[in-house]
């Protein structure tokens, strides 16, 4: 070999090892990372069972973004579970994995299921009804049972723990890129638990709904009357509403939001969600009026 060439080769070299560098580089940056997890349950977080579950969920998916919606739901409120999993998941990302545990038939003969929404995400739960918010809005491609023992954790599945040792593992495992449908068997997602639908209705009396739930400590009235369903009665804004609440006669306006009234005073409003809400400006209308949900709601036409 001549001088100049061995002079040459550390350059070749060099320029060698840049380039395997570079191309490592945009390997790792075009690699997907793993999937965001929402996670939420009726656990509350007075003991250890929420930092359990997420310590499961990063043993098996180290990296993995683990966003707690909410473990507050009302204990066994399958309904209301439904409503914040529709709620909260347009705000995740296309292809987020949610682990949902609100499971008054833990331990049953009840089925611990993996559906696959037309959106792209995945939602790891009970087969209890509480996805049917979700998959009437976005519909689904598909559905799994959790059957298999490499997606679980324990030589001994507890019978009232399955949070623990399905749920969160199962979610871990489609989090960090797992096949899914290597958990077990395909379902009919025609078969899957559906809850009876109970949006408001309207007929010649006027509207029939419920009030479903507080606003978190607001105290505001969550209903099942969606702003289109509303509509039909014939109010707008700035209008005074006849509201008969658990029995109990009001007459609301109807504005656009809380300072449009005086404060302390009752207020008909279309909430964050898009559905008819009732409130108090910088106040309580459930306490104040001594509202506990559910409880039935009905508004006449407007004449």
Same mark, same amino acid.
């Given at each position: 070999m001549s001088l100049r060439s061995a002079m040459r080769l550390p350059r070749m070299l060099f320029a060698?090892?840049?380039?395997?560098?570079?191309? #490592?580089?945009?390997f790792a940056q075009n690699a997907p990372g793993p999937r965001m997890i929402g996670f939420m349950t009726?656990? @509350? %977080?007075?003991?250890?069972?929420?930092?359990?579950?997420k310590a499961v969920m990063l043993g098996v998916a180290p990296h993995v973004t683990i966003v707690d919606i909410t473990h507050q739901v009302t204990p066994f409120d399958i309904a209301q579970a439904g409503r914040f999993l529709a709620g909260s998941a347009p705000y995740f990302p296309h292809d987020a994995v949610f682990v949902a545990v609100i499971d008054p038939g833990v331990g049953s003969a009840r089925k611990a299921i993996i559906a696959k929404s037309k959106v792209g995400q995945y939602f790891v739960l009970p087969d209890n009804g509480m996805i049917t918010q979700l998959a009437e809005r976005d519909g689904l491609v598909g559905a799994r049972e959790i059957t298999n023992p490499a997606w679980m954790i324990g030589a001994k599945l507890s019978?009232?723990?399955?949070?623990?040792?399905?749920? #969160?593992?199962?979610?871990?495992?489609?989090?960090?890129?797992?096949?899914?449908?290597?958990?077990?068997?395909?379902? @009919? %997602?025609?078969?899957?638990v559906r809850l009876k639908d109970n949006t408001a209705a309207i007929d010649a009396e006027g509207l029939h709904g419920q009030v479903i739930g507080t606003d978190g400590p607001f105290g505001n009235l969550v209903t099942n009357v969606p702003a289109a369903t509303f509509a039909k009665l014939g109010y707008t804004l700035g209008d005074r509403v006849p509201v008969t609440i658990a029995g109990i006669a009001y007459v609301l306006p109807f504005v656009k939001t809380f300072s449009d009234v005086p404060l302390n005073e009752g207020l008909l409003y279309i909430d964050s969600r898009g559905r008819l809400s009732v409130g108090i400006d910088q106040g309580n209308f459930a306490e104040v009026h001594h509202v506990t949900p559910p409880t039935l709601l009905e508004i006449p036409a407007k004449r």
């Open positions: 060698i090892a840049l380039l395997l560098v570079s191309t #490592s580089a945009l009726d656990f @509350d %977080v007075k003991d250890d069972a929420v930092g359990i579950c019978s009232t723990f399955h949070g623990r040792d399905i749920f #969160s593992p199962a979610g871990a495992h489609l989090a960090r890129g797992d096949d899914w449908t290597d958990a077990g068997p395909a379902l @009919d %997602v025609a078969k899957l």
